[in-house]
């Protein structure tokens, strides 16, 4: 995952395809507004405008933070699954295996239907390479579960066989770890990586069980 640090306590993470997270050090709570909200514990405020009035339309919110006011608005459009309504059949049945093991273990802390899977189909049915966009909707489920402690170990055939192009590389590093330490990893995901030092490739992020070392 691409990320940028600036001194004055911002940090951006991309992953290079559908996923960016903005966060900021505590002592800029509740200081905060614009895109991405108002950052006080209160998610009702965050699609507060430039005018400071709370919209309940995202595009309506989004166009008020333009820069430049000359440029035109942008107009709601209609949900991907309407417009490739062939595509929503199979985005349902794809995005609804976060409700089904291993990623049950995760329900209790959060919720799959709090988002999650809408946002899923949303990139499925809107993403020409849809099975990318799966793998990264999927990703950012057990992301978050993992920022609250709770791992999920999911990219197998078993449960997400249409991520089955990164399993050799996956089973490659873990037959490393296990061979030279004795021990396994926990494989958490694959993000695309398109910074200018490295050039653009694939970083795969793992999870190393309690007293590993």
Same mark, same amino acid.
């Given at each position: 995952?691409?990320?940028?640090? &600036?001194? $004055? ?32 514990k209160n998610q009702n405020d965050? #699609?507060?405008t430039k005018e400071n009035v ?9 166009? &008020? ?9 942008? !107009?709601?459009?209609?949900?991907? *699954?309407?417009?490739?309504? !062939? ?18 273990? *995760? ?10 899977i809408a946002s899923c189909m ?6 020409? !390479? ?5 793998? %990264?909707?999927?990703?950012?489920? $057990? ?25 050799? #590389?996956?089973? #490659? ?11 396994? #990893? ?6 695309? &990586?398109? %910074? ?18």
């Amino acid at each position: 995952m691409t990320s940028v640090h &600036s001194p $004055v306590g911002l940090h951006v993470k991309w992953d290079g395809v559908t996923r960016a997270y903005v966060m900021v050090q505590p002592r800029f709570r509740g200081m905060t507004c614009g895109l991405c909200g108002t950052f006080n514990k209160n998610q009702n405020d965050d #699609l507060t405008t430039k005018e400071n009035v709370v919209e309940k339309s995202v595009t309506a919110f989004g166009n &008020s933070w333009k820069v430049n006011p000359a440029c035109n608005d942008t !107009q709601p459009s209609k949900h991907p *699954c309407e417009m490739q309504i !062939q595509r929503k059949a199979t985005a349902e049945k794809l995005c609804n295996r976060l409700l089904y093991a291993p990623f049950t273990r *995760c329900h209790h802390t959060v919720d799959p239907s709090d988002g999650y899977i809408a946002s899923c189909m949303f990139d499925v049915c809107g993403c020409q !390479q849809g099975t990318q966009c799966l793998c %990264s909707a999927i990703a950012a489920y $057990v992301h978050d579960c993992a920022r609250k402690g709770i791992v999920i170990e999911w990219m197998n055939p078993n449960v997400m066989p249409e991520c089955s192009e990164y399993f050799i #590389l996956v089973y #490659l590093t873990r037959l490393f770890f296990t061979f030279f330490f004795g021990k396994d #990893l926990i494989y958490l995901g694959e993000f695309q &990586s398109n %910074s200018h030092q490295n050039g653009s490739g694939s970083i795969l992020v793992w999870a190393c069980p309690h007293n590993y070392f």
